[in-house]
């Protein structure tokens, strides 16, 4: 630690407020308006102008211990933990529930290097460890809170130290914004020839039925109540086991069926294309290299020999098909397409099986060069979140001025 430096306890320099606990704000006890309700939304957006909650003078004055004040520093401690804003002038007045945590710093801590400091690895690391519950994370107690140690400056260098990282913060957010942008560009790119390609059809190109271009078929799950049905003969595919690196893949590995449960189920041929056709990943798409399995939430087509399974992947992959998909999807809380209803879904081809294959090389190119440009930005993104987390060691190791 840099010389001049000093180790606090957090709870020597803040005041710790934590939100009522029990039956003392109930929402029972809300009102149409009055007086706001801050809760954890407005630490974890950093928002203070959406209030969902209210409650009336009484209860207002009753609970003034929990108002919040233009300076304060509030902190999320349930699920999302550790995110923090701070208390801007003109807010509504009115006072935190129990998923938050209100400090209030004294004059030997700046309130933007405490606000950096409990953003930094260091502090995050800190209340993960101490933090309680299995499910539900909670933060822990302010008692123990108060324990934490901080390496403090003098106030002067906080601000400076404050300085240095709003700037470089900023400069690396430009960066990453810029790396964001060119990754959603790239993968519109990959899109956009697919919408040249399916949306220009030629002459000679066949409109047909999924069933009538190969064998379809919707996946079944042995009983799970016997673990004999399952091992290593087969492997078993399920929804989250599709397109799992977004070039249609499949992966194979996470369950397998045996011999007992192969002989229950139906196979899928290799060189089979595989569509979710229900819940919230319906329209999710891939392909099969190998004869598998799968379950019911999963119906797949196998082409017939003067068609290529390739291609079909990339024109079930067009907002042509999944289109008929969502529009041909119940309306209800779970979409769901049955296969009676898909395999009579309209696909479009060249006659040509050598056409075909001519724009499986074309497209499998394009998505090779795609994916090495995604992952060039998804390094420089990840970079920049790395920066920032060196960033933030060096300047509470005083290592950064």
């Not at 807010?91 to 529930?97: R, S, T």
């Not at 069926?257 to 139906?266: A, T, V, Y």
């Not at 090389?361 to 998505?367: A, G, T, V, Y």
Request: charged content about 25%.
């Amino acid at each position: 630690m840099r010389q001049g430096w000093e180790v606090k306890k957090l709870g020597g320099i803040c005041e710790f407020v934590r939100g009522p606990f029990g039956g003392s704000l109930k929402k029972s006890m809300f009102k149409d308006s009055g007086y706001a309700v801050y809760e954890q939304q407005h630490a974890i957006y950093n928002q203070f102008s959406s209030i969902r909650y209210f409650v009336d003078e009484n209860k207002f004055n009753e609970m003034n211990r929990f108002k919040l004040n233009a300076g304060d520093l509030i902190m999320s401690c349930s699920g999302t933990m550790g995110k923090t804003a701070i208390v801007p002038q003109n807010i509504k007045e009115g006072i935190i529930n129990q998923a938050l945590l209100k400090l209030t710093p004294s004059e030997k801590i700046n309130i933007n290097f405490l606000k950096i400091w409990m953003e930094s690895p260091d502090f995050q690391n800190k209340i993960n460890d101490l933090s309680q519950g299995a499910a539900i994370k909670n933060v822990a107690s302010v008692k123990i809170l108060k324990e934490i140690d901080i390496n403090l400056p003098q106030i002067r260098e906080q601000k400076q130290i404050v300085e240095v990282l709003d700037k470089a913060f900023a400069d690396i957010d430009v960066i990453k914004a810029n790396a964001e942008q060119n990754l959603k560009n790239t993968k519109e790119l990959f899109d956009s020839y697919l919408q040249n390609i399916f949306s220009n059809p030629s002459n000679d190109w066949e409109l047909s039925k999924i069933k009538d271009i190969g064998l379809t078929q919707t996946g079944s799950t042995p009983k799970t109540s016997d673990p004999l049905n399952f091992g290593n003969a087969i492997p078993f595919v399920k929804p989250a086991d599709i397109n799992i690196d977004g070039n249609g893949c499949i992966n194979y590995k996470n369950m397998g069926l045996s011999e007992k449960g192969k002989e229950l189920s139906r196979i899928i041929p290799k060189n089979s294309v595989l569509m979710v056709c229900i819940g919230a990943t319906i329209t999710k798409i891939g392909y099969s290299l190998f004869d598998i399995t799968c379950n019911q939430q999963i119906n797949t087509v196998t082409p017939k020999a003067n068609i290529d399974f390739k291609f079909i992947y990339y024109a079930m992959s067009h907002s042509s098909f999944t289109s008929q998909v969502l529009h041909g999807a119940s309306q209800a809380t779970l979409p769901i397409i049955n296969k009676s209803k898909w395999e009579t879904l309209n696909i479009l081809y060249p006659q040509s099986l050598q056409e075909q294959q001519k724009i499986v090389e074309k497209l499998d190119n394009i998505s090779k060069e795609v994916k090495l440009l995604e992952e060039v930005y998804k390094k420089k993104i990840e970079d920049c979140e790395e920066l920032k987390k060196s960033l933030l060691d060096k300047a509470f190791k005083g290592e950064l001025i």
